[in-house]
């Protein structure tokens, strides 16, 4: 079936919280193009340079959605023709990393603060109980790694590339992407010669290296895909969806035991049983 992947506009099932949030968004924009499904385009300028309010937006956006019982998917991508993001916006982080503070510890502090805030703001992706579906298209850069290694399902199109540029400003990268990424490919070697190197990674290798699940000719047929997969998973079942996601994230901190005993437990608990009465 063919899916319109334009963004159309917000239909009336969305919480308050949401449709206010929508009208004040700066770096999102939101959308339904299907029923139960919301759809997350970053929108900052020609290269989406990732800055504080965008931080801000996406935390408050995932965290609402996670509680919204008629959003049961979520297709997050980018909203501008260049790319999913450049990352950060360097300028603005420069200006951030400025202080009047004298004392190094005070400095340390603030600065710590700010990091933890932005990790919030990717934490808030891999929190939400929604299958979480990233299109990627164009250039994804820095921080756009951090942020779709938080996601669920990847696909990009043909002209995607992708690079952990941190090592090239004088940084480690700190707000996901060491520690999720190894774990989405389970190849050390490889995320270690990139984030080492910053070099670009194409579409072809992510593919290779289980990066993404599919790589699409154009963005409007990656688009199309997205659709038919968010499709899909509407009709499943809400618990057996969110409770497989939160298992298989829960999980990977868990040895094989322990995960078998979590999820008897958790079974136990979701399992719908006809009353006998």
Same mark, same amino acid.
């Given at each position: ?35 139960? $499904?919301? +759809?997350?385009?970053? %929108? ?9 309010? /965008? ?7 995932? !965290? ?14 980018? *909203?501008?023709?260049? #790319?999913?993001?450049? *990352? ?53 850069? #820095?921080? *756009? ?15 995607? !590339? /992708? ?12 707000? *996901? ?10 190849? +050390? !070697? ?5 984030? /080492? ?12 290296? #289980? ?31 969110? =409770? ?12 094989? %035991?322990? =995960?078998?005993?979590?999820?008897? $437990? ?12």
């Amino acid at each position: 079936m063919a899916l319109d992947w334009k963004y159309r506009r917000m239909r009336p099932f969305f919480s308050r919280e949401i449709s206010r949030r929508r009208c004040s968004m700066k770096t999102l924009n939101l959308s339904t193009p299907l029923k139960h $499904v919301l +759809q997350v385009d970053i %929108q900052i300028g020609k290269w989406n340079t990732l800055n504080q309010t /965008f931080f801000e937006e996406l935390y408050h956006v995932f !965290s609402d959605a996670k509680h919204n019982d008629e959003i049961k998917c979520i297709i997050l991508g980018g *909203g501008t023709a260049n #790319g999913f993001t450049a *990352g950060l916006d360097l300028k603005e982080f420069q200006e951030l990393s400025v202080s009047k503070e004298t004392s190094n510890g005070k400095e340390a502090q603030r600065f710590l603060k700010l990091i933890r805030q932005w990790q919030s703001a990717i934490t808030a992706l891999e929190e939400c109980e929604k299958p979480i579906l990233c299109a990627i298209h164009g250039v994804c850069i #820095g921080g *756009g790694i951090d942020l779709i290694a938080a996601t669920d399902i990847r696909y990009c199109s043909a002209d995607a !590339s /992708f690079s952990i540029k941190e090592i090239d400003i004088g940084i480690a990268a700190d707000l *996901g992407t060491l520690q999720r990424l190894p774990r989405i490919v389970g190849n +050390q !070697s490889f995320v270690k010669e990139l984030a /080492f190197t910053g070099r670009f990674c194409s579409a072809q290798e992510a593919l290779k290296e #289980g990066l993404v699940s599919g790589i699409y000719s154009t963005r409007q047929e990656l688009m199309s895909k997205m659709l038919e997969l968010a499709e899909c998973l509407v009709k499943k079942s809400d618990i057996a969806l969110q =409770g497989t996601k939160h298992l298989l994230n829960r999980s990977r901190d868990l040895t094989i %035991q322990e =995960g078998l005993n979590y999820v008897q $437990v958790w079974n136990a608990c979701m399992i719908p049983r006809k009353s006998k009465l």
